[in-house]
């Protein structure tokens, strides 16, 4: 998904996103640029609607960590993507998905029942 002006800011029938919305964008940019050099020096992301108060910005860093920022909607993740000039992708599937390195943790927490955790018993 290429990000222009025109759809980043479309909070507005005016075509602008408010001052305090532009703001929170702006500090969402600074956590993704600070992710993104701590994380090999880039990230790519994926916009996912989460529900009416709140739109998640899904990060893959060059070094296939993995984090997220939460926005107050959608018109907002997108400004703040844009400011931090990361690459959008549409979904988190294909090339994406195949970039994130995961730990440890993430297999025994999201997977643990499947490779040996406890056994949910009725």
Partial sequence: MSIDANSAASAGASG??????????????????????????????????????????????????WGDQVAPSHPVAVRAAELAGITV????????????????????RMAGIQLGGTQNVA
């Fill in 16 to 65: 602008t996103v408010s001052a305090s919305a532009e703001r929170r964008a702006k500090r969402i940019a600074k956590h993704i640029r600070s992710f993104a050099a701590a994380h090999g020096g880039s990230a790519d992301g994926v916009v996912e609607y989460v529900g009416p108060i709140s739109t998640r910005i899904v990060l893959v860093g060059a070094d296939g960590a």
């Fill in 89 to 108: 992708h549409e979904s988190f599937e294909g090339e994406l998905g195949l970039k994130v390195r995961t730990g440890a943790y993430e297999w025994k």
